[in-house]
């Protein structure tokens, strides 16, 4: 009998992209996907490390199709927070291969339960929406936004990853298809007829905030308004969503949660803390000096 | 709120206090308002100054000890003119701006508005 190891071991020689005739030399398998596997390799040529995205054998030409498309879409989408890409082609096996930025740190919520405080959660969320507002004006639906495909670096530099199911504005794709992962997808994702939008993303953004959030009702208030069933009660676009999640941080009213009288002194009172007890201490000092030394 | 705007806001809340608190000397009391409305002026170029200062320097221990300064200064201003009465004034007019010093340096002013990329 093989052992399940022997037969993995196997597997990934059998499948291990031929890099002869490229500046790439293969040092590890970094993860695979639906239609293709990264590879951490060598640029021999510039000394350094990238991740090779390789198609699988198995694909068909829609898939191959689609990696072209990644390829294309990030490099045309050039901004810190969107892994870039290096090179694109085809290996000496036929293979259709893209090489990108190797990217070193923790998934969103893998980093998010390390412990960082909310604010800095939000900062991180923020950096997110700024990309994906940057791929939406360029004419660019992300369309699978999850904790998995969000990379927070080791200097808390942020990257939005896997753009192999991005849709380009204005392309024509077919209608019965479905793409996207459960939690995060709006229910016009799921209906295979629906015409997808920006808000799409917004709807993912949302759940994405969900898991950042902590039990500040202003913060579910923006998560749920996010993630509203109805397309047209989410926020119109990722920046009106970030716009929002900073008026929170700053301590200012947000759209997504109409105030009250007492939530108003609430918010008055938590933005202003220090100063309020400030002026408490001076009139305590001040009664003091005036009950004990008459001054 | 920025910085300038927080300390002169501050300033003349505690300027406000500092008069009333004119009440508990029965001497001055027949003159409260005018108190007041000297010290709650005090108390708003104390922060102004306060505040332009913040805007320069970020420091909080310059910034009290700054704070201490100007406090003193406009307390011994007033005293000046109303001898007799140096620690009532001197006292409660430093603790004003040792306090607006200290709060300017601390204060975060909220962040601009987000725009579309």
Not at chain 1, 40 to 65: F, G, H, M, P, Y
Not at chain 1, 112 to 117: I, N, T, V
Not at chain 1, 254 to 274: H, I, K, N
Not at chain 2, 99 to 113: D, F, L, S, T
């Amino acid at each position: 009998m093989i052992s399940e190891t022997a037969l993995d071991r196997l597997h990934e020689l059998v499948t291990a992209p031929d890099l002869s005739g490229t500046r790439y030399e293969l040092v590890s398998l970094l993860g695979r996907g639906g239609m293709a596997t990264v590879y951490l390799a060598r640029d021999t040529t510039l000394d350094r490390d990238v991740a090779l995205k390789v198609l699988d054998w198995t694909v068909d030409e829609s898939s191959a199709l689609r990696l072209a498309q990644e390829a294309r879409i990030l490099a045309r989408l050039e901004h810190p927070g969107i892994v870039p890409v290096h090179d694109f082609g085809r290996l000496a096996d036929g293979r259709l291969f893209y090489a990108m930025k190797r990217v070193r740190g923790e998934r969103l919520d893998r980093w998010a339960a390390s412990g960082p405080d909310r604010h800095e959660r939000l900062a991180a969320f923020l950096r997110v929406c700024d990309a994906v507002a940057f791929a939406h004006a360029h004419g660019v639906i992300h369309r699978d936004l999850k904790p998995d495909n969000i990379m927070v670096g080791e200097f808390g530099e942020v990257l939005v990853l896997d753009w192999g199911v991005a849709r380009v504005h204005g392309q024509s794709e077919r209608h019965d298809t479905i793409v996207g992962t459960p939690a995060y997808m709006s229910p016009e994702q799921m209906r295979a007829d629906a015409v997808v939008d920006e808000r799409a993303d917004v709807f993912a953004l949302g759940a994405v905030l969900a898991g950042l959030a902590d039990e500040r009702k202003a913060l579910r208030a923006i998560a749920a308004k996010a993630t509203a069933a109805d397309p047209s009660a989410r926020y119109d676009g990722v920046s009106a969503l970030g716009a929002d999640v900073s008026r929170f941080m700053a301590g200012l009213a947000v759209d997504a949660l109409p105030e009250t009288a007492s939530d108003r002194v609430v918010r008055f009172v938590r933005r202003y803390r220090l100063a309020i007890a400030l002026v408490v201490t001076y009139l305590l000092v001040r009664l003091l000096l005036l009950s004990v030394f008459r001054i | 709120m920025k910085k300038l705007a927080f300390a002169t806001v501050l300033g003349g809340i505690l300027g406000i206090f500092d008069g009333l608190t004119a009440w508990f000397t029965p001497e001055v009391r027949d003159q409260i308002i005018g108190i007041v409305i000297g010290s709650t002026i005090k108390g708003v170029v104390t922060g102004v100054l306060i505040g332009l200062f913040a805007q320069r320097v970020h420091s909080l221990a310059l910034g009290t000890l700054f704070g201490l300064a100007v406090g003193a200064f406009f307390a011994y201003l007033i005293l000046l003119g109303n001898p007799g009465h140096a620690l009532n004034i001197m006292l409660p007019g430093s603790l004003v701006g040792l306090i607006v010093g200290y709060a300017a340096q601390k204060h975060r002013p909220v962040a601009a508005e987000r725009r579309a990329p």
